[in-house]
């Protein structure tokens, strides 16, 4: 996993030893919220983070069974030249067939969920983070025990995730149109970080929210060592 800090901020973030993480903290938001920025600042602060990404991008790897299972049942369309998935073309395919898309999930789902409790469990920094675009949308909120929702208009959303991207306007609003809304993610959250704000502040905003999950952290592991 990554982790880059210094010694001061690995040594707040960090438990001593290998004692398991004690709190396990989803981090979600939508397209252009600006999600990775934020879990690359609490990776900053000593913390370790799961990529819900990497995990679905891992499993199908070239030599990975489900490649092998995909291609079996999609053909050699979906493979590229060098073996590898064509993710494009087998979203393509997905996208309008309703149940092709539920024989991938079945077979994806649990291989993915897998590959991250794998990771949760062998984490040790003061509380772990799950970082996972559609925590709420699919069952990977069970994992977790806090949730962190990062935030923001969806018209500053689409502004900057056309910015980044360089996608137009219609194509980001049909993203966020196919997620759950806004307001049902921020119903569900158990903290909101507001990423409207400056760049330059959201350090200061990453930290406040991280000495509260410390906090929750410690009470967590006094509870499980209580129960002990």
Known sequence: MNSTASNSSSQSGSQSG????SLIVGLTGGIGSGKSTVAEAFRQLGIETVDADQASRAVVELGMPALTAI????GSQIIQGDGNLDRAALRQIIFTDPDQKLWLESLLHPLIRDWIVERLQAATSAYVILESPL???TDQHQLVDKTVLVDLPVELQIDRACARDGNQAD???????AQMPREEKLSRADIVLDNAQPLESLAARVTAVHQTLLSLAKSASASQEKNL
């Open 135 to 137: 925590l709420f949308e």
């Open 171 to 177: 194509q980001i609003q049909r993203i966020i149109d």
């Open 18 to 21: 290998s004692q398991s993480s």
């Open 71 to 74: 291609g079996e049942r999609f």
